[in-house]
């Protein structure tokens, strides 16, 4: 059972990370663009899964191929949902809060809210508590720094600025998404 459990996590990065390279080809097609957001309403997803570059697009990747093995509790269907609901929720506030961003590509918003959506879920299980408050304090530490000195350096690595919106919009759209994961595994007792 445990090995089927860690397959499933195998093929399930591998398909991400192949639609998503198969995106990047066309990654014009397929990037976050506010003027026609919603006669091409698949930008609302599709824009965090292109990257303006290469670079990008393998730090992206290994963030995310990362992310089911540090927290091995949590299933695919889990991971699944996160990257179906948190694309749809920073595109949103892209267009709605933060009109000025005409353009976006790039997955790390959604990664910055996967983490943070996993991690709070873990806060609750006491074997997993302490790595899970570790991740939130250093989520926590890179929103901070971003903020105040910057992202220079991953700007240059990846050729262009670094949209701290997005992060911080991934962890809002996380903490949203693992209370109300929360509060649903309370009132009807599903996992």
């Known amino acids: 059972m445990k090995d089927q459990f860690l397959m499933r996590k195998v093929v399930f990065i591998a398909i991400v990370v192949s639609f998503s390279a198969c995106l990047q080809v066309f990654a014009d097609s397929f990037i976050y663009w506010q003027a026609g957001l919603f006669q091409e309403f698949w930008r609302l997803w599709t824009g965090h899964w292109v990257h303006v570059g290469w670079i990008h697009y393998a730090l992206n990747m290994l963030a995310f191929a990362c992310l089911p093995f540090i927290f091995p509790r949590v299933k695919v269907w ?25 353009a976006y590509a790039g997955l790390s918003g959604v990664l910055h809210g996967a983490y943070v959506a996993v991690a709070c879920v873990h806060l609750l299980y006491k074997k ?24 220079v350096g991953t700007a240059e690595l990846i050729g262009s600025p670094v949209l701290v919106e997005a992060h911080l919009l991934g962890v809002i759209g996380g903490v949203v998404i693992a209370m109300l994961y929360i509060l649903w595994d309370y009132f009807f007792e599903w996992e």
């Open 128 to 151: 997993e508590r302490n790595f899970a408050a570790f991740v939130l304090l250093l989520i926590l530490a890179k929103l901070i720094w971003e903020n105040t000195i910057g992202s």
């Open 78 to 102: 889990h991971f699944a949902a996160l990257l179906v609901l948190l694309p749809l929720f920073i595109s949103l506030c892209f267009y709605y809060f933060f009109p000025d961003i005409e």
